[in-house]
């Protein structure tokens, strides 16, 4: 998988998340889950 294919699975499934954890007024978990996926490590095995 390249380099934008993870960018793009990782920013969509973020946007869905935050979708619905928003709907349970779940804000902070639906703001801040998997950032780590945005890390240099995440990305060095893609």
């Keep these: 998988m390249h380099f934008f294919d993870h960018l793009h699975t ?3 499934h973020r ?3 935050r979708k619905y954890c928003f ?14 996926k945005y ?3 995440e990305f060095a095995y893609v």
Excluded: F, I
């Design 15 to 17: 946007r869905l998340v």
């Design 39 to 41: 890390s240099p490590y």
């Design 10 to 12: 990782v920013n969509r």
């Design 23 to 36: 709907r349970l007024g779940l804000y902070w978990q639906g703001l801040t889950h998997d950032l780590s």
